[in-house]
């Protein structure tokens, strides 16, 4: 059996960046407007006041410090604070598909493929423009790919997803080599008006190829050891916006049709499971902890990498062993573990071992175990 290997990466990352500073200036512009403006009823208890945040705070809880994003104005200005994007025609490149071409141009010039090596595309990730024709078939049309294409959604853990999808099309025979690509709008569907949210998500787009060593050109590959993944259900992290809104006015423009999460309750319970995962996973595969050179973690929050890094390797991980880029590009939903192998692998040799993880809203794992070849 051949091996199969993750042969190039790719990474479309937006022109504009809003810091915390930014993001939390106009944040409170608006809670001192909505104050104002409802100064009458909070003074008779009938709502409650908004409380102001700070970029020590912001820090503080996420270890973010700015975020890339499509539109900067329109998420910025207090009266509006969504991004604006307007609609293109039908007939024009939509935007998910515009950025998914440029991440995977740069993932098959690594590869050394052209679109007529490629012969299935893959969109995974959590939020889709529109419901159909699929994302993947847009961007197979854009790129000259002949073959098939579909679109998945596992939240944060798309990417991850994506890659066991693709390495069993290629064990199976159904494709020989595969393009993923994430193209995450989170910016889309988050609250900017939630003082516990508004500043955890970026935008951006990861690409990935995975084929047959046998037929890998491409001069950084990285065998796919193993793949596991798991989901278990949950409330906490959830997001009500679809097609079934409609069908009752009264839910339009509530705040369950944007993100919303129980965070404390997602970090109590999701660390402990990521990390049994992880070492189940290494135990499987006879590899020690000690083994492992990285930890490409899913970039939600520090603290939730710091915590699980430590339960993996039985120690507090250097930044080298667990590298961070939410602190530039925030929670980046399911390419926050591609950006970090992207940018973190430079440094491996033959024989070096990581781990590829992903976790999020379902709840759902997905680990993938690396070496380079």
Wanted: charged share 20%.
């Amino acid at each position: 059996m051949s091996d199969i290997v993750i042969s190039g990466t790719g990474l479309f990352t937006p022109h504009e960046s809003i810091s915390n500073e930014e993001l939390v200036e106009s944040f409170n512009a608006y809670v001192e407007a909505f104050n104002a403006e409802h100064a009458d009823a909070i003074a008779a208890g009938d709502i409650a006041a908004l409380q102001p945040s700070s970029a020590d705070f912001v820090e503080k809880a996420s270890g973010i410090k700015s975020r890339y994003v499509m539109d900067k104005a329109g998420i910025l200005d207090p009266q509006r604070m969504v991004p604006n994007l307007p609609e293109r025609p039908n007939e024009a490149q939509s935007l998910q598909c515009e950025m998914a071409v440029q991440a995977a141009r740069e993932a098959m010039a690594q590869a050394e493929k052209s679109a007529s090596d490629i012969d299935a595309v893959i969109v995974a990730a959590s939020n889709m423009q529109r419901a159909y024709p699929a994302m993947a078939v847009e961007i197979q049309d854009a790129l000259g790919i002949e073959g098939y294409g579909f679109d998945m959604n596992v939240a944060c853990s798309s990417a991850t997803f994506g890659i066991q999808q693709a390495r069993d099309a290629v064990l199976t025979g159904s494709a020989s080599c595969v393009l993923i690509v994430n193209p995450e709008i989170c910016s889309g569907h988050l609250n900017f008006r939630d003082r516990d949210s508004h500043f955890i998500f970026g935008d951006v787009c990861t690409a990935v190829i995975v084929e047959q060593q046998e037929t890998a050109q491409g001069k950084d590959q990285y065998q796919i050891v193993d793949s596991k993944l798991r989901t278990i259900y949950s409330n906490n992290i959830r997001n009500n916006f679809g097609f079934l809104n409609r069908a009752d006015e009264s839910g339009i423009g509530q705040p369950d049709k944007l993100f919303v999460q129980e965070g404390r309750k997602v970090f109590k319970e999701v660390c402990p499971e990521v990390a049994r995962q992880i070492s189940e996973q290494l135990q499987a595969n006879n590899i020690a902890p000690a083994e492992l050179k990285r930890l490409w973690l899913h970039q939600a929050n520090l603290s939730m990498n710091q915590l699980i890094s430590r339960r993996v390797l039985g120690r507090d991980a250097r930044e080298d062993e667990a590298p961070t880029i939410l602190d530039e590009y925030a929670n980046t939903s399911s390419a926050g573990s591609v950006i970090a192998f992207h940018k973190h692998r430079a440094d491996f040799s033959a024989g070096d071992l990581g781990v590829l993880c992903s976790f999020g809203a379902g709840y759902s794992i997905g680990s993938v175990i690396l070496r380079k070849r």
